[in-house]
């Protein structure tokens, strides 16, 4: 039987109520199960000999969707629509991705984590989207396993490769990246103009989407096709670490 390769997934701590909940929505878990990886959810800490640990076990590293980023990070000002931030949260997923590209981990970004992964080397955002009237709407109102916008991905990138020309995602944000940092490339855009999807143009793998794949892997073959990716480059690194 095949071993499954462990994928660390940050936690987050955005749950509503009172007390702090340690987790993510139940759609991540099983999706990377469903595309063939094990998932493990890493709760926040600042011990950077944990995030090392947690890392020695994992093949691969998903940043989850979440609360906004705070914008001192990037060098902004809040805008008067900045949503709920955790700065804890914030420098933690910060450094297990800066932790996981160091080590040569795969890095996958979903949502928030596409911003995340932005400011992680040099990017800056768009705190509110609505600002500028162009703009379509990047909210929607149905389930999130129904697409909502087309999107179009740039000439040989993976998200061509997987998904062609244009093809229909969902969309739950008000921010977005703005400018992404040096030695990524913008490989997908929504039709206003707004990033989509950003990959790295040097190993190791990173690559990230607005969008939220977990959600339309089981209606969506090519977000699945997605996830599968994530897990197999995540599977290759796993091996080639455990052969050292």
């Known amino acids: 039987m095949t071993q499954q390769v462990p994928i ?30 094990l998932p493990v959810i890493i709760p926040e800490t600042e011990d950077e000999r944990a995030l090392d640990s947690y890392l020695d076990m994992a093949g691969g590293l998903l940043i989850p969707g979440g609360i906004d980023v705070d914008p001192l990070l990037y060098g902004r000002s809040p805008d008067e629509h900045l949503g709920t931030l955790d700065p804890a949260l ?11 590209h160091k080590r040569g981990m795969p890095v996958f970004g979903i949502c928030r984590g596409i911003q995340v992964i932005a400011v ?7 705190q509110h989207l609505p600002n ?10 149905m389930h ?6 087309m999107v179009r991905a740039e000439k040989d990138s993976l998200i061509e490769q997987l998904f062609g020309a244009e093809f229909p995602v969902n969309s739950f944000h008000h921010q977005a990246v703005e400018n992404p940092p040096q030695g990524f490339r913008v490989t997908a855009k929504a039709p206003d103009g707004v990033i989509e999807a ?20 089981y209606d969506f073959p090519a977000q699945m096709a997605l996830l599968k990716k994530f ?11 455990q052969q050292h």
């Open 198 to 217: 950003i990959e790295s143009e040097n190993l190791p793998w990173t690559m990230a989407v607005q969008w939220h794949p977990e959600r339309m892997v």
């Open 144 to 149: 999130g396993r129904w697409p909502s916008h």
């Open 8 to 37: 660390a997934i940050a936690c987050n701590q955005d749950c509503p109520g009172k007390t702090p909940i340690t987790g993510v929505l139940e759609t991540y878990p099983q999706a990377v199960a469903a595309a063939g990886g």
């Open 132 to 141: 500028d009237p162009g703009v379509i709407g990047h909210h929607q109102k």
């Open 90 to 100: 914030d420098h933690f997923q910060l450094a297990l991705v800066r932790r996981a």
């Open 231 to 241: 897990i197999a480059v995540s599977a290759e690194y796993f091996a080639r670490k």
């Open 120 to 126: 992680a080397f040099g990017g800056t955002l768009i």
